[in-house]
């Protein structure tokens, strides 16, 4: 199946005229589209199926459960497949099943292992504190993203662990965070921060054929050995900030085959 992978175009602050790719057989919007929503809309009459995934800014300012529920109804409403801890299968143009996975899969803070932990929460809060979002009530902290997260990952582990029993060919899994340090942003490097934006889900990655993921301003495209199976890929398409330079070398009409 012939992919178009679109992230972190931020409409509601970015000009970013999407257009659809030719040859593609699916659009992915791996979450961060647009904080206002609004921009979803100029995806409801693209020619192919679009299958998107939230970004944290979807969630600014609101509650995230109702936020969730509502985006929802919202891109159903413009024709649009969201994936919120759910599953997908469609068929390629040669009757290839590809499985689809979907979860912002919040960060749990576990990046650089237990040890770190603690300093990347204090990192993390000045995002929340940002983001101005809620939950049951209370504040969206850095605290309650890392419980969010770890739901994010047992329900991706688990879906992950599924035997296909001939009902799928390909699965491709859909976060928004980044599922390694390897998709740090080359700028910053590692450090407490770094675990707002990565997870240590390099265990889960080899159970996929392919890992797309967005949060990242910069593009990745790299191989994760598999013993006895072809390499999973993990696949960053974001486009970023035009004034800060990160949308230079985007290449919006790019196709990804998995």
């Known amino acids: 199946m ?12 970015e000009r970013f ?3 659809p790719a030719p040859g593609a057989e699916l659009l992915i919007l791996a979450g961060d589209i647009d904080r206002d929503w609004e921009g979803l809309r100029r995806f409801a009459s693209w020619p192919v199926p679009v299958v998107f995934v939230a970004g944290n800014h979807e969630f600014d300012g609101r509650d995230v459960d109702q936020a969730a529920i509502e985006l929802r109804a919202f891109c159903d409403s413009l024709g649009i497949r969201m994936l919120h801890r759910d599953s997908a299968v469609i068929a390629d143009a040669q009757g290839r099943r590809i499985r ?5 899969r919040w960060s749990d803070f576990d990046l650089f292992g237990e040890a770190g932990r603690a300093k990347a929460l204090r990192a993390g809060s000045y995002f929340q504190r940002v983001m101005g ?3 049951h009530g209370q504040p969206f902290d850095a605290d309650a993203v890392r419980v969010m997260g770890l739901a994010c990952r047992a329900w991706l582990e ?18 928004h965070f980044a599922p390694s340090l390897r998709s740090a942003d080359p700028r910053f490097g590692p450090q407490p921060t770094t675990a707002s934006f990565c997870n240590a889900d390099d265990d889960l990655i080899p159970r996929a054929d392919l890992w797309i993921h967005g949060h990242l301003h910069c593009r990745h495209d790299y191989l994760v050995p598999r013993a006895g199976l072809h390499a999973a890929r993990v696949v960053c398409q974001a486009r970023g900030l035009e004034k800060k330079g990160e949308a230079e070398g985007f290449e919006p009409l790019k196709l990804f085959e998995v």
């Open 158 to 175: 688990r879906a992950l662990q599924e035997s296909p029993q001939g009902r799928w060919d390909r699965t491709v899994a859909i976060t």
């Open 133 to 135: 979002a809620t939950r």
């Open 100 to 104: 689809f996975l979907g979860t912002v």
């Open 2 to 13: 012939r992919l178009q992978i679109l992230s972190d175009l931020h409409l509601e602050t």
């Open 17 to 19: 005229d999407a257009q």
